[in-house]
């Protein structure tokens, strides 16, 4: 056959082969930052990523650095509000660039969330009290230092210190930080070598293949962790070592308009032990302002069609909200469905903090909330007994490789009406 240049080079990636001492498979907040630890680490670290970046779960995330308030306010405090207490200041340091991974370029949509009540009979601060000794506690605002919106509202309103993070933003900065390292591709096999470590076959998304020898594998891929661990199956391991995975679904409403239409909002309207809805204001491409609903509202509206959860939000809203205009003509709503990818517990509990388990050098993680990143990847680390790379770092694996995009987030593929 006649070899063209091109043809030549093609040829060429289908022979590529490639040496590491970890491959993480999935590229949302969990996989990405653990790949930056690894690297800090000196180990030579790639990331292969099957869609794009964040897709299901990161890119949806409201982009709320918890410290835990939420555990306090059911009363019930889980071994895990530990860990998410500590979370906040860890990524304080990467924001201001005290630490890696480097999130100076991330955008903070603001430094604290509000939390406010619908009704006047508790106070917040009593509720939260110090009941699992937060890093950051709510503190009661003055009635006329309350934003606009929240003017008219019957019970406290409180300023909480949790940033709100823009999730396309931090996942932009993680793949610009890490491009080189990233595969656009699909995994095909994975086989277990006689010597210790994997052959892992993945096709890349330009029609090539690309063969990867590693040392371990970090599965970081959300709801996709079970296919991966069904692709392991003929690998023989104990069956208690192989984790479960349970979904936990979503149904998030949203509301969009320009600016003047709808004010700049971050928060959680609590009823009892619950937040009734969580608010997060992100702007869309065309200079619109979106709010995100979540809390009970979503949770409970998976049970709902999109045109009752539509309804359901302005509903909510109308009363969480006593001086919002939930049918003015300026504002479009829309709804989406997701599912939390978590290990499977009794009940369909939430877990308790970041789940990260080892057998065989086969790593999987599940961090639970997207603040516990950097608390997977510490898990993850923990259980890397390797202190240098035997081949001397690689650090562009994937240099002549496709690299897969960050997401587009939910309000810019949503049916808005
Ligand atoms: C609506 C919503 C709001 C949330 N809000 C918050 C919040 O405010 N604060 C908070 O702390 N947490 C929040 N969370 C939880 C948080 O988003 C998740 O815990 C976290 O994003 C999970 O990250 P992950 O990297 O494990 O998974 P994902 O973000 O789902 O990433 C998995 C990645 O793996 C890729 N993948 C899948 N299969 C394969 C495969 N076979 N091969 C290669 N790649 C694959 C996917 O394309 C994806 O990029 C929210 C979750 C949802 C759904």
Same mark, same amino acid.
């Given at each position: 056959?006649?070899?063209?240049?091109?043809?030549?080079?093609?040829?060429?990636?289908?022979?590529?082969?490639?040496?590491?001492?970890?491959?993480?498979?999935?590229?949302?907040?969990?996989? =990405?930052? *653990? +790949?930056? @630890?690894?690297? !800090?680490?000196? /180990?030579?670290? &790639?990331? $292969?990523? %099957?869609?794009?970046?964040?897709?299901?779960?990161?890119?949806?995330?409201?982009?709320?650095?918890?410290?835990?308030?939420?555990?306090?306010?059911?009363?019930?405090?889980?071994?895990?509000?530990?860990?998410?207490?500590?979370?906040?200041?860890?990524?304080?340091?990467?924001?201001?660039?005290?630490?890696?991974?480097?999130?100076?370029?991330?955008?903070?949509?603001?430094?604290?969330?509000?939390?406010?009540?619908?009704?006047?009979?508790?106070?917040?601060?009593?509720?939260?009290?110090?009941?699992?000794?937060?890093?950051?506690?709510?503190?009661?605002?003055?009635?006329?230092?309350?934003?606009?919106?929240?003017?008219?509202?019957?019970?406290?309103?409180?300023?909480?210190?949790?940033?709100?993070?823009?999730?396309?933003?931090? =996942?932009? *900065? +993680?793949? @610009?930080?890490? !491009?080189?390292? /990233?595969?656009? &591709?699909? $995994?095909? %096999?994975?086989?277990?070598?006689?010597?210790?470590?994997?052959?892992?076959?993945?096709?890349?998304?330009?029609?090539?293949?690309?063969?990867?020898?590693?040392?371990?594998?970090?599965?970081?891929?959300?709801?996709?962790?079970?296919?991966?661990?069904?692709?392991?199956?003929?690998?023989?391991?104990?069956?208690?070592?192989?984790?479960?995975?349970?979904?936990?679904?979503?149904?998030?409403?949203?509301?969009?308009?320009?600016?003047?239409?709808?004010?700049?909002?971050?928060?959680?309207?609590?009823?009892?032990?619950?937040?009734?809805?969580?608010?997060?204001?992100?702007?869309?491409?065309?200079?619109?302002?979106?709010?995100?609903?979540?809390?009970?509202?979503?949770?409970?509206?998976?049970?709902?069609?999109?045109?009752?959860?539509?309804?359901?939000?302005?509903?909510?809203?109308?009363?969480? /909200?006593?001086?919002?205009?939930?049918? %003015?003509?300026?504002?479009?709503?829309?709804?989406?469905?997701?599912?939390?990818?978590?290990?499977?517990?009794?009940?369909?509990?939430?877990?308790?903090?970041?789940?990260?388990?080892?057998?065989?050098?086969?790593?999987?993680?599940?961090?639970?909330?997207?603040?516990?990143?950097?608390?997977?990847?510490?898990?993850?680390?923990?259980?890397?007994?390797?202190?240098?790379?035997?081949?001397?770092?690689?650090?562009?694996?994937?240099?002549?490789?496709?690299?897969?995009?960050?997401?587009?987030?939910?309000?810019?593929?949503?049916?808005?009406?």
């Amino acid at each position: 056959m006649f070899l063209t240049g091109s043809s030549h080079r093609i040829n060429q990636h289908i022979m590529s082969k490639v040496n590491l001492d970890t491959l993480i498979i999935g590229g949302g907040i969990a996989g =990405l930052w *653990t +790949l930056d @630890r690894q690297i !800090e680490r000196g /180990l030579s670290t &790639g990331l $292969v990523e %099957s869609g794009r970046l964040g897709e299901g779960q990161s890119i949806s995330a409201q982009g709320i650095l918890h410290g835990g308030t939420k555990y306090a306010l059911s009363g019930i405090v889980p071994t895990g509000a530990r860990e998410v207490s500590a979370m906040p200041k860890r990524w304080e340091r990467s924001l201001t660039g005290a630490c890696l991974p480097d999130l100076t370029h991330t955008r903070v949509r603001t430094p604290q969330c509000h939390l406010w009540r619908t009704d006047s009979v508790r106070s917040i601060v009593g509720m939260v009290g110090a009941k699992v000794g937060l890093a950051v506690t709510p503190s009661v605002i003055e009635p006329k230092n309350r934003p606009e919106i929240l003017k008219s509202c019957p019970g406290d309103v409180a300023l909480l210190p949790e940033q709100v993070i823009e999730m396309p933003s931090v =996942l932009e *900065t +993680l793949r @610009r930080t890490h !491009e080189d390292r /990233l595969l656009h &591709g699909t $995994v095909q %096999s994975i086989s277990k070598e006689s010597k210790g470590g994997y052959t892992v076959t993945i096709m890349a998304h330009h029609g090539s293949s690309v063969t990867v020898r590693t040392n371990r594998i970090v599965l970081a891929a959300g709801r996709g962790n079970e296919s991966l661990l069904r692709l392991l199956e003929h690998i023989p391991a104990s069956a208690r070592a192989r984790p479960e995975m349970q979904l936990r679904p979503l149904h998030m409403g949203m509301v969009r308009g320009a600016p003047e239409a709808l004010p700049e909002l971050n928060g959680h309207c609590v009823d009892g032990g619950q937040t009734r809805v969580t608010i997060t204001s992100s702007t869309a491409r065309n200079g619109d302002r979106v709010w995100q609903l979540g809390g009970r509202l979503a949770e409970e509206g998976c049970k709902r069609s999109e045109e009752a959860q539509r309804l359901e939000s302005m509903s909510c809203l109308a009363s969480a /909200l006593p001086d919002f205009n939930a049918h %003015s003509e300026a504002l479009t709503w829309a709804t989406y469905r997701v599912d939390r990818a978590e290990l499977k517990t009794r009940r369909w509990a939430r877990p308790d903090g970041a789940f990260v388990n080892g057998f065989d050098d086969v790593i999987t993680v599940w961090p639970t909330k997207m603040v516990l990143a950097p608390n997977a990847a510490e898990k993850v680390d923990a259980l890397i007994e390797q202190t240098s790379s035997d081949d001397g770092t690689c650090s562009t694996p994937f240099i002549e490789q496709p690299t897969p995009v960050v997401a587009s987030p939910p309000w810019e593929t949503a049916r808005w009406s």
